[in-house]
């Protein structure tokens, strides 16, 4: 719901992993929003104005409609989740058991998950498009495929017993998959992560999502 008088403010780019992230959480709340480019090919990102409020110069940077300014996009995902409970409430379970199984498998993604899929991303995806980077390191390659096969069976193992990653719910565990399932597919190393039937379905009913259609990869760096 992007274009709104009253918008959040989202700074990033549109093809970025995490601006991805939170950009498909508002679209699932239906939270008026605008997009503000940062341009990290141009090093906006490390420039003084970013740095003052992520001084860690990254993206995204969530500036909400009373000023409140969060980064890291795990932390804009549940603040937004709890300062607007109401438009949140169908991307979080309301009992403690199911809760706690959403935090659990979002917690898999950044500990297990993403560190194995960022490396695969940037090697076979990004890399080759940065000529002054040189070939993708094969060797990093191959131990980060055989890594992530063993996190992908597991996760496999329980989408075999569930439709989500929080049960029958759609929460933010499973937003925090997205970026790199998608990034990966693009890379070529689709049959990584596809080739399990489980996961495979897990998917084909998250990417079909509109909120996702949306968030889909736009290549904004002319490489």
Known sequence: MAG???AIKLYGMAMSTCT???RCVLEEMGLPYEIVLVDLSKGEHKQPAHLAVQPFGKVPVLEDIDGTKIFESRAIMRYLLKKYPTEGAKLQPQDAKTYGQMEQWFNVESENFNPEAASLVWETLWKPKMKHLGEAD????EDKKTKLEGVVAILDTHLAKNQY?????F????ISYLPYTENLITAG??????????FAAWWKRCSERPSWKLCKTQQEIDF
Do not use: I, P
Request: aromatic share 4%.
């Open 4 to 6: 709104d008088k009253r």
């Open 20 to 22: 991805r992230r939170v």
């Open 138 to 141: 094969q060797k990093l390659v």
């Open 189 to 198: 190393l689709g049959d990584l992560l596809l080739s399990k039937t489980n």
């Open 165 to 169: 990653f929080a049960g029958d719910q």
């Open 171 to 174: 929460t933010l565990a499973d």
